[in-house]
C-alpha cells in the first residue's frame, strides 16, 4: 500500500512583538480582557515589506533542512492562504522559485481561510496516494495584520502572522491515517473579508469583519464533531490520541473542544497566548513547536484539526 508521512515541520514568526500593553495603546482594551476572553498574551507582525511568501519560504527552509533533503526532490508545493501576495502569481510559485526548485508537477495556492492548511494537508495525501507525486511541500502562511482593523477592538486583539510547513512524503509505512474536510457556505456571512478590485476600483470592506459569538459556537461545535468522525471512520479510539494540536483561536475554544472530546487540556498543544491566531499558519505553526520542543515523538498519534471562514473546518489522524 501506498502511503503519506510528514518527514518534517518547519515554522517561522516574525520579529516584531505586538503586546496587550501595546494594543492598549491603540484601541479600547486591556491586558485583562483579552487574557480572560482569548488567552492571548501577544503575537508577531511582519516587517514593513515582509509577505507571505517570505514567511513561507522561511518555514519551507526550516522543514527542508530538517527533513535532510534537498530541495529539487520536492514534486508539488501547496500554500494555504487568504493573505497571498498577489493576484498572480500564486504564493507557492513564488516560493518555488525562491528554493531555486526548477519545475514542480503542480505548485499552487489553497484557500480555505483558518482550515487552509487541513485542506492543504488533505490534497497533498490525494495527490501523493494517487501516484501522481511523491514529496510535497505543504505550508500554512499568513500575513493576517494586512487585513485586519486596528480601529475594530472584537477582532484587531486576535490575530497575528506567522507560516508552518510539512513535507509529506510517500512511504509504505502508515502515517496520515485518514483525513476530512468540510464547508457550509450558509454561514458565510458571520467571518468576511469582502474587499477586492473589480475593474480598478477597490470595493467591499477589505478588513475582517466577524460576529465573535457565533463564530465560537460554530467553531466548538465542529472541532469536536469532526474529530468524532474521523476517529471512527479511521477506527481509533478519541482516548487513544496523544496529541490533539487544534488551530489556534482562543483558549476557550480549546478548552470547551477538549472537554467535549473528553480530553484532558494536557493533550492540547496551545500556542494561542504567544502567537495570537495566525489563521492557515496556526495549525503547522504549533506543530512544529511541539515536534521541537520534544512533546510530539515518532509513532505518537496526533490529530490536527481547524475551522475558518466559508464556514470551512477539517481534521486529520497522524501516526507521527
Ligand atoms: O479562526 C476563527 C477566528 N475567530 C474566532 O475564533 C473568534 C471566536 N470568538 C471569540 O473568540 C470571542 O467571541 C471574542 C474574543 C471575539 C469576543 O469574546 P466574547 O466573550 O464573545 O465577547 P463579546 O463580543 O460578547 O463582548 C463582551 C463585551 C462587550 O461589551 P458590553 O457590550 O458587554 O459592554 C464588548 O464590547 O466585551 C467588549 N469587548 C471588549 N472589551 C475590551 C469586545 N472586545 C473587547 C476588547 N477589549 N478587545
Keep these: 500500500m501506498r502511503y503519506s508521512r510528514i518527514i518534517s515541520t518547519g515554522s517561522y514568526l516574525p520579529e516584531r512583538i505586538l503586546t496587550n500593553k501595546e494594543l492598549e495603546t491603540i484601541v479600547e482594551t486591556n491586558d485583562e480582557w483579552i487574557v480572560e476572553r482569548t ?19 522561511q518555514a519551507a527552509l526550516a522543514a527542508i533542512k530538517s527533513a535532510g533533503i534537498d530541495a529539487s526532490t520536492i514534486d508539488m508545493i501547496l500554500v494555504a492562504t487568504s493573505t497571498a501576495d498577489s493576484v498572480v502569481p ?11 526548485i526548477k519545475t514542480t508537477k503542480g505548485s499552487f495556492d489553497l484557500q480555505a481561510a483558518c482550515t487552509g492548511f487541513m485542506y492543504a494537508l488533505t490534497t ?17 502562511a499568513d500575513t493576517i495584520s494586512r487585513i485586519v482593523d486596528y480601529t475594530d477592538r472584537g477582532t484587531c486583539i486576535l490575530f497575528g502572522d506567522g507560516a508552518g510547513a ?43 469583519q466577524m460576529d ?23 477506527g481509533v479510539s478519541i482516548a487513544d490520541i496523544d496529541w490533539v494540536v487544534p488551530h489556534q483561536a482562543n483558549v476557550r475554544i480549546l478548552e470547551t473542544t ?3 472530546l473528553g480530553i484532558g487540556m ?51 489522524l497522524i501516526r507521527f
Design 39 to 57: 488567552g492571548i498574551k501577544e503575537r508577531h507582525i511582519v516587517a514593513s515589506g515582509e509577505k507571505t511568501s517570505d514567511m513561507s519560504y
Design 90 to 100: 500564486s504564493t507557492a510559485c513564488i516560493v518555488q522559485e525562491k528554493l531555486g
Design 124 to 140: 497533498a495525501d490525494c495527490y501523493i496516494k494517487s501516484g501522481m507525486v511523491d514529496t510535497v511541500l505543504v505550508i500554512g
Design 166 to 208: 510539512v513535507i509529506l512524503q510517500a512511504s509504505d509505512r502508515q502515517g496520515i491515517l485518514g483525513c476530512d474536510i468540510r464547508a457550509d457556505g450558509s454561514y458565510r456571512s458571520i467571518l468576511t473579508c469582502d474587499g477586492h478590485v473589480y475593474n480598478g476600483k477597490v470595493e467591499g470592506n477589505p478588513y475582517l
Design 212 to 234: 465573535g459569538q457565533a463564530v465560537f459556537k460554530f467553531a466548538v461545535k465542529s472541532l469536536s464533531s469532526i474529530a468524532k468522525t474521523l476517529a471512527e471512520k479511521v
Design 258 to 260: 477538549a472537554k467535549m
Design 266 to 316: 494536557e493533550k492540547m498543544i496551545s500556542t494561542v497566548a504567544l502567537h495570537g491566531n495566525t489563521s492557515a499558519a496556526s495549525v503547522p505553526l504549533a506543530l512544529d513547536l511541539a515536534v521541537r520542543d520534544g512533546r510530539i515523538k515518532r509513532g505518537d498519534l496526533i490529530l490536527l484539526e481547524g475551522v475558518g471562514a466559508g464556514f470551512t473546518w477539517g481534521a486529520s
